[in-house]
């Protein structure tokens, strides 16, 4: 599976953005889909998932009532919407999957990761 994230940018506090990840490959719906954030000088962290039957999802207490992570199998595409976006969510955005996954945390449970996608939140 080949990930490949988009849709960051730079963006007023408050404001909103949504985040792609489409994937290439076969049994994209086999995935859990995991959107990740590793901010400058910190390490990286989780964000969100979803588990690969679509049923359950997770977010980081941070972002709870804030970001929504969905997905798209139709479009083998996983979608990350943040809305009242903080300074403190600055960061580069990485999607990755876990095949057959429920939707974990932890980054070493996903098999394949994207390239990131910058995101910028100004104050």
């Known amino acids: 599976v080949q990930l490949q994230a988009s849709g960051g940018g730079l963006v007023q506090a408050g404001g909103s953005l949504r985040l792609s990840c489409a994937a290439s490959?076969?049994?994209?719906?086999?995935?859990?889909m995991g959107w990740f954030r590793q901010a400058p000088g910190k390490e990286r962290e989780f964000v969100a998932s979803?588990?690969?039957?679509?049923?359950?999802?997770n977010y980081h207490n941070s972002v709870k009532g804030r970001f929504t992570i969905s997905r798209d199998d139709a479009k083998n595409t996983v979608y990350l919407q943040m809305n009242f976006l903080k300074p403190e969510d600055t960061a580069v955005y990485y999607c990755?999957?876990?095949?057959?996954?429920?939707?974990?945390?932890?980054?070493?449970?996903?098999?394949?990761w994207g390239q990131g996608t910058l995101v910028t939140v100004s104050s």
């Open positions: 979803i588990n690969w039957r679509g049923s359950a999802t």
């Open positions: 990755a999957a876990d095949l057959l996954g429920s939707g974990s945390s932890d980054s070493p449970s996903y098999d394949y």
């Open positions: 490959g076969r049994a994209f719906i086999m995935y859990a």
